[in-house]
Structure formats: structure tokens, C-alpha cells
């Protein structure tokens, strides 16, 4: 299943430097994990913004749940889910 899910990361300006560091190294990891085993199809960065527009391929709802709480960065984001159907007029 197709879903687009928006995540606009909202740190705090006065986290700890390390934390910060520490919580985006394991967030990049996760991600590029999730993006080799095939669930993390796109990851694109909303240019000017600290958010991305990412699509997921995964089983099923609980999946992308899953997925999304396990985020290291989950507790810093707000996130808009879009459940994806085939569009008409697409030629891919
Ligand atoms: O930077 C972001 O958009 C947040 C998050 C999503 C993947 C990743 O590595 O960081």
C-alpha cells in the first residue's frame, strides 16, 4: 500500500547540541535502512523548509504506523498522512 506522508520537524532551538546530533544520525539511519529494504520508496526535502515529502510502500496501515512512531525524530514532528490511489490519467 501507497501512502504520502508529509514530517515537518519542529526542534527546539536550545536542545542539547548532542542530543540534536545524536537523534538526526540515528534518523538518517532508519531512514536509509527502511529505504534498502524497499518500505521508503522517495524521500524528497520541501525545498526552504525543515520538512520532506516521502512515500512509503508498506503492508498495511499498522505498518506505517509502525514505521513512523519508530522515527527517532517522531517526538519532534508533525506529520499529515495521505493514502495514495492509482490516478487515472498516469502512464507509470
Ligand atoms: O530531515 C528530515 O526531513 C527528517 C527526517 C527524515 C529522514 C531523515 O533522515 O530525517
Known amino acids: 500500500m501507497l501512502f504520502a ?4 520537524v519542529n526542534l527546539a532551538p ?3 547540541p ?3 546530533a545524536s537523534t538526526i544520525a540515528a534518523e ?3 531512514a536509509q535502512q ?11 526535502r520541501c525545498a526552504g523548509q525543515y ?7 508498506v503492508a498495511d ?11 527517532p525524530l517522531f517526538p519532534y514532528m508533525d506529520i499529515t498522512v495521505t493514502p495514495l490511489a492509482r ?3 498516469a502512464i507509470h
Open 5 to 8: 506522508v508529509q514530517m515537518t
Open 14 to 16: 536550545d536542545m542539547d
Open 18 to 20: 548532542a542530543d540534536r
Open 28 to 30: 538518517k539511519q532508519y
Open 34 to 44: 527502511l529505504q534498502h529494504a524497499g518500505e521508503w520508496l522517495h524521500l524528497w
Open 51 to 57: 520538512s520532506n515529502l516521502s512515500v512509503f510502500d
Open 61 to 71: 496501515n499498522d505498518r506505517l504506523n509502525e514505521v513512523l512512531w519508530a522515527l
Open 87 to 89: 490516478h487515472p490519467s
